[in-house]
């Protein structure tokens, strides 16, 4: 599966509803297209119907279901703006990169068997067995060398549940984090929208796929 963006570059109005036909018509063909996420969906009255607009829209499609790749022309008089002269609207179609094998799941399959745990006496407060009996307990997840602790519990047991839950709070927020930076490279790509050169082109408020 591939996901594609489908992008108004920080265009006008007419290009956020240009996304929303070439959505249409995407999901006309292929009908397994899935949105995964869309951003600043509206619905606008367009000849007496309600059609969806969107500033940017995230499609995830089978392989051999993946559109052309570039800039698409829109090529139609504003229904929005009725004296304004303009009638080719671009939108953009990039393939979203992430690198999804590189996110630690918390909670995916498998993910105990990469843990590794070790015991050592805590020097915390725990009542008659602090240094006496190893309480405290450290999880380190192998693949990533991330690690986390707790002395704070009076048993072994308990400080290993602390730990566990610490790990998994701090793999969530490195993977959030790195999400975070992939969506600040996705929207860098949708603020820097190439013009022209369309690799398709629609027309008409039916939005009919012609040759460039």
């Known amino acids: 599966m591939t996901r594609i963006q489908i992008s108004s570059g920080r265009g006008p109005a007419e290009c956020e509803l240009a996304v929303g036909f070439y959505l249409t018509d995407l999901s006309r063909r292929h009908p397994q297209a899935q949105v995964i996420k869309s951003d600043g969906e509206k619905k ?6 309600s059609r969806l607009a969107y500033r940017s829209v995230e499609v995830e499609l089978p392989d051999e279901a993946v559109p052309p790749v570039g800039s698409v022309r829109w090529r139609a008089k ?3 703006r009725p004296n304004h002269g303009r009638q080719n609207w671009f939108i953009q179609v990039a393939v979203v990169e992430r690198e999804a094998t590189d996110l630690i799941e918390p909670n995916g399959p498998g993910f105990e068997r990469e843990l590794r745990y070790a015991t050592f006496r805590s020097p915390g407060q725990g009542g008659q067995n602090v240094n006496k009996v190893e309480t405290g307990a450290r999880v380190t997840h192998e ?4 690690t986390a602790e707790s002395t704070t519990a009076r048993t072994q047991k308990a400080n290993k549940t602390l730990a566990l839950a610490r790990l998994k709070a701090k793999l969530a927020r490195m993977g959030e984090t790195k999400r975070l930076k992939e969506d600040r490279t996705i929207w860098l790509k949708h603020s820097q929208m190439e013009r022209g050169n369309a690799v398709q082109t629609f027309e008409g408020l039916g939005f009919h796929l012609t040759e460039n």
């Open 44 to 49: 606008l009255n367009i000849d007496g119907k």
């Open 78 to 80: 504003s229904p929005l």
């Open 143 to 146: 693949p990533s060398g991330i």
